[in-house]
């Protein structure tokens, strides 16, 4: 399995990236805050917590571009969480005990630990995961306020899956770094040294539905990606004749799981399978049958309205069920 980011040694397919934050850092003009963007699971973090450990080291020459030895004390403290000089913010658990917020206290906490004198002498580093979370406008405007006057030495790396949540006013105070998918020869090598008890053909199934990402790949095999995945093929294929004894079924299914990752996972499946049948209509490939039910300007907009239904019964803590049934009813009757 990949370990957590924050003790994740090994950083795959983005040497470029990282070579561009090494470069930054001796060219002595590095900038206060970084945007790290990219497809969930595409390694953000990794890069984010790989940096942060060669930043607190004193920018060693390192091949691979920065790399620090998982023996070294800045790269165990740093694993544990107990390095003076840095912060990590990420969301909790919120009053309702399901969705993951960003509260404007940990934001304040962040914003004093910048002001204070790095305890080594040499940079502090706050790590925002999953910034996308930070969706509230006070959370926001505290981070800006260190955006707009950052104390000398420090930096505030963010890592977001869907920047067009965060402020403009953030964004364009953040210097972006975007990380593309893996091609599909690094995305085999790695999925045989991560997966070796998987077959062959299921570990192509499992690339294919990760689009280049090794992190998603392992949350599809922990979650029943390839489960879910026939789950969605199921759904699409029996739209022409209606079953809501089955409908039902799945989205008590998806419903069990309070966390929410099966029915955001479902959702997300089911997305990408309208998305993918939508680009291969435009481009004159064979769509899937399912496809002629509809028009493609329907299809596109089931795409849009599936996906803020998803993110509204996340936002909103909405039955899932309902919601999960809601999906199914528009792609039925749209």
Known sequence: MIPEPRANPDLIGHDDAARTLRDAARSGRLHHAWLFCGPPGIGKATLAWRF???LLAGLPDSDPPLFVDPASPVFRRVAADTHADCFTLEPN????GIKRILRVDDAK???RFLTQTAAEGGWRVVVLDEAERADRPDVQNTLLKTLEEPPPRTVLLLVCSAPQKLLPTIRSRCRRLDLNPLPDAEMDTLLARLLPEMGGPERQKLAALAAGSPGRAVALMEAGGLELQG??????GALAKPEPPRDFALAD???ADRTGGAFGLFMGLLRSAIAAALRD??????APAWMGRHPLAVWAGLWDRLGQLADDTERLNLDRKQAVLTG???LAHP
């Open 281 to 286: 209509a435009a481009r004159g490939r064979a």
């Open 93 to 96: 658990t919120g009053d309702k």
């Open 52 to 54: 942060t450990r060669w």
């Open 231 to 236: 789950a969605v093929d199921a759904t699409l």
């Open 109 to 111: 906490e962040a914003v």
């Open 253 to 255: 299914r998806l419903a």
């Open 328 to 330: 199914l009813s528009w």
